[in-house]
């Protein structure tokens, strides 16, 4: 078990009407841990991903952060929000904003940080991404893989405790994904406590702690990735890596 968890979730279930789309889903996370969650479409990785900041509702059981239970709505829940980072498939930015302006303005709004200290945390946060230069350009003017980066500058100028990233590469064209990978690889060496929902098992490899492998709405296997790639106990673990490793 984690030593310090800073996530927990206790017999979590989700429906989406009759489909029972997470089952008794158990799972800690502890400070400093990079989970990385892999499995079958449809298994519920990003459902799981999404409850945890709470844009998902659960049925039953509870999800703790930082050994408080998830606010139900208002205040609290953006307070939340705040405290946990989230990257998506999609970047999210708004188009009519600047890059730096994209990355200040829920620190303002939010963290109610001055104007001038926001862009001085923001500018740190694009040169930690690699996009200094691009501050004062529109997204559209941007990638993907670099408007990917500015989204996780934007969700890192919080200082969330935890990161949850839902996919973050599967938008983008192949020469990108390393770019965004990297910065992704940089932040589990600083110690950022991470959930990844992913294709990328190279990823998963050699930045994860642990494996967390889905299949229909259950946590099947949950494992160190030498464990989990060498020796998967499971059927289902076996049958969707032998999918993925061929090709």
Same mark, same amino acid.
């Given at each position: 078990?984690?030593?310090?968890?800073?996530?927990?979730?206790?017999?979590?279930?989700?429906?989406?009407?009759?489909?029972?789309?997470? %089952? $008794?889903?158990? &799972?800690?996370?502890?400070?400093?841990?990079?989970?990385?969650?892999?499995?079958?479409?449809?298994?519920?990785?990003?459902?799981?991903?999404?409850?945890?900041?709470?844009?998902?509702? @659960? %049925?039953?059981?509870?999800?703790?952060?930082?050994?408080?239970?998830?606010?139900?709505?208002?205040?609290?829940?953006?307070? &939340?929000?705040?405290?946990?980072?989230?990257?998506?498939?999609?970047?999210?930015?708004?188009?009519?904003?600047?890059?730096?302006?994209?990355?200040?303005?829920?620190?303002?709004?939010?963290?109610?940080?001055?104007?001038?200290?926001?862009?001085?945390?923001?500018?740190? &946060?694009?040169?930690?991404?690699?996009?200094?230069?691009?501050?004062?350009?529109?997204?559209?003017?941007?990638?993907?893989?670099?408007?990917?980066?500015?989204?996780?500058?934007?969700?890192?100028?919080?200082?969330?405790?935890?990161?949850?990233?839902?996919?973050?590469?599967?938008?983008?064209?192949?020469?990108?994904?390393?770019?965004?990978?990297?910065?992704?690889?940089?932040?589990?060496?600083?110690?950022?406590?991470?959930?990844?929902?992913?294709?990328?098992?190279?990823?998963?490899?050699?930045?994860?702690?642990?494996?967390?492998?889905?299949?229909?709405?259950?946590?099947?296997? $949950?494992?160190?990735?030498?464990?989990?790639?060498?020796?998967?106990?499971?059927?289902?673990?076996?049958?969707?890596?032998?999918? @993925?490793?061929?090709?």
């Amino acid at each position: 078990m984690a030593v310090d968890p800073l996530i927990e979730l206790h017999d979590v279930n989700k429906y989406y009407g009759k489909l029972h789309v997470l %089952q $008794d889903v158990n &799972l800690t996370v502890g400070r400093g841990e990079v989970v990385v969650v892999i499995g079958p479409s449809g298994s519920g990785k990003s459902t799981l991903c999404r409850t945890i900041n709470r844009l998902e509702t @659960i %049925q039953s059981g509870r999800i703790n952060l930082d050994g408080r239970s998830l606010p139900e709505e208002g205040k609290a829940l953006a307070g &939340l929000r705040a405290e946990v980072g989230m990257v998506f498939q999609s970047f999210n930015l708004f188009a009519h904003k600047t890059v730096l302006q994209n990355v200040s303005l829920a620190q303002v709004k939010v963290r109610g940080r001055k104007k001038d200290e926001a862009d001085r945390r923001s500018h740190e &946060l694009l040169e930690r991404v690699g996009l200094a230069a691009h501050a004062e350009k529109f997204p559209a003017q941007l990638s993907g893989g670099q408007q990917q980066r500015v989204a996780i500058a934007r969700a890192l100028a919080m200082d969330p405790k935890v990161m949850l990233f839902d996919e973050p590469t599967s938008a983008l064209d192949p020469e990108m994904i390393n770019e965004v990978l990297e910065v992704m690889q940089q932040l589990a060496r600083d110690g950022m406590t991470m959930v990844v929902v992913t294709h990328e098992m190279g990823f998963a490899r050699s930045a994860a702690n642990r494996v967390v492998f889905m299949a229909d709405g259950r946590i099947v296997e $949950d494992r160190t990735p030498e464990d989990f790639f060498t020796h998967p106990e499971s059927d289902r673990a076996k049958d969707f890596l032998s999918k @993925i490793l061929k090709h």
